[in-house]
């Protein structure tokens, strides 16, 4: 099945080009299921390349998923023309009556930044805590994670004395989960981080397992149940020349930044990257996805509540 999402998102005809299935909304309307309900919160500065990115992994999945854009209310970004964030983006405030069936929750470019001074903190630990009881399952990347695994677990965050950049080796831990079917015991992923969490101050808390990590980069990969949560630390949605990107910013701002590790062919920023992590992004989203469809109410209200019959079950 396809990924419904607005006829006119930027993401629609780069997804197309790649041959991704995308319903119109009209279509979708006609078809006599009940679609997977996602809404994405986008705190990356560049939201129409992120967009995309998580768009493409959810629109690989053999079901019908509903996207919904969100935005914070109580900071405005500066970096995203104002009439798409007018066009296709709904705040907080506007879907809070609402039940979803899924919420990821993108990274920032905060990290430095206290927790407690982000312009936003207040409204986004609301939406960790509205998500409890409105969201059946919550996947939060990078500065995300590190965001709600602080406020679910009082972990903190540090800071790297150099930014942790580049394509690195990560090994699964060896705990079983659903999450992980189909995954090689070690597997390559971007990393791109000035903060990381550390692995002696996770909780040892019921529930809560780290499934993946790095020696080099450090934790990668936690889930969270009793919190319905997935927290990764790191960045698998990114496109092949993501990093580049980042590189070439930082270099033409005059900041102070390495040459990201393992990622141009022989070390030269001549050479095109290659991406050789895209099968294990679609396979994470998938997995989380399919998951999610065994367990979530086919009522879409009676998320929060216990004994109602799975979207599964019922479909």
């Given at each position: 099945?396809?990924?419904?999402?607005?006829?006119?998102?930027?993401?629609?005809?780069?997804?197309?080009?790649?041959?991704?299935?995308?319903?119109?909304?009209?279509?979708?309307?006609?078809?006599?299921?009940?679609?997977?309900?996602?809404?994405?919160?986008?705190?990356?500065?560049?939201?129409?390349?992120?967009?995309?990115?998580?768009?493409?992994?959810?629109?690989?999945?053999?079901?019908?998923?509903?996207?919904?854009?969100?935005?914070?209310?109580?900071?405005?970004?500066?970096?995203?023309?104002?009439?798409?964030?007018?066009?296709?983006?709904?705040?907080?405030?506007?879907?809070?009556?609402?039940?979803?069936?899924?919420?990821?929750?993108?990274?920032?470019?905060?990290?430095?930044?206290?927790?407690?001074?982000?312009?936003?903190?207040?409204?986004?630990?609301?939406?960790?805590?509205?998500?409890?009881?409105?969201?059946?399952?919550?996947?939060?990347?990078?500065?995300?994670a590190q965001a709600a695994l602080h406020h679910f677990h009082g972990v903190p965050k540090?800071?790297?004395?150099?930014?942790?950049?580049?394509?690195?080796?990560?090994?699964?831990?060896?705990?079983?989960?659903?999450?992980?079917?189909?995954?090689?015991?070690?597997?390559?992923?971007?990393?791109?981080?000035?903060?990381?969490?550390?692995?002696?101050?996770?909780?040892?808390?019921?529930?809560?397992?780290?499934?993946?990590?790095?020696?080099?980069?450090?934790?990668?990969?936690?889930?969270?149940?009793?919190?319905?949560?997935?927290?990764?630390?790191?960045?698998?949605?990114?496109?092949?020349?993501?990093?580049?990107?980042?590189?070439?910013?930082?270099?033409?701002?005059?900041?102070?930044?390495?040459?990201?590790?393992?990622?141009?062919?022989?070390?030269?920023?001549?050479?095109?990257?290659?991406?050789?992590?895209?099968?294990?992004?679609?396979?994470?989203?998938?997995?989380?996805?399919?998951?999610?469809?065994?367990?979530?109410?086919?009522?879409?209200?009676?998320?929060?509540?216990?004994?109602?019959?799975?979207?599964?079950?019922?479909?």
């Amino acid at each position: 099945m396809p990924i419904k999402i607005p006829n006119d998102l930027p993401a629609r005809r780069i997804l197309e080009e790649e041959g991704v299935m995308v319903i119109k909304e009209s279509d979708a309307i006609r078809q006599d299921i009940r679609p997977l309900r996602l809404a994405l919160l986008n705190l990356m500065p560049n939201k129409i390349r992120t967009e995309a990115q998580i768009a493409r992994l959810i629109g690989s999945t053999p079901l019908q998923v509903e996207m919904t854009l969100l935005q914070t209310g109580s900071y405005r970004p500066r970096n995203t023309p104002k009439k798409h964030l007018i066009d296709f983006y709904k705040t907080w405030d506007e879907v809070c009556h609402e039940k979803f069936d899924g919420l990821i929750v993108t990274g920032a470019p905060i990290e430095t930044m206290p927790f407690e001074k982000v312009d936003y903190w207040r409204e986004l630990t609301a939406i960790f805590d509205w998500a409890q009881e409105n969201v059946f399952r919550g996947f939060y990347i990078c500065w995300g994670a590190q965001a709600a695994l602080h406020h679910f677990h009082g972990v903190p965050k540090h800071e790297l004395e150099q930014k942790m950049f580049g394509i690195f080796s990560h090994r699964l831990t060896g705990l079983r989960s659903s999450l992980l079917i189909g995954f090689n015991d070690e597997f390559s992923i971007p990393v791109s981080r000035h903060t990381e969490v550390r692995r002696e101050e996770i909780p040892d808390k019921p529930g809560l397992r780290i499934l993946a990590e790095s020696p080099v980069s450090g934790l990668c990969l936690m889930e969270d149940i009793p919190h319905r949560a997935v927290y990764m630390f790191n960045h698998l949605e990114y496109d092949a020349d993501t990093l580049k990107h980042e590189y070439d910013r930082d270099i033409d701002a005059g900041a102070e930044i390495q040459l990201p590790k393992n990622y141009f062919p022989g070390d030269d920023p001549k050479n095109p990257p290659v991406n050789y992590w895209r099968a294990y992004a679609h396979l994470l989203l998938w997995n989380w996805i399919n998951e999610m469809y065994q367990h979530t109410p086919y009522d879409i209200s009676q998320i929060g509540r216990e004994g109602a019959p799975s979207l599964a079950e019922v479909g």
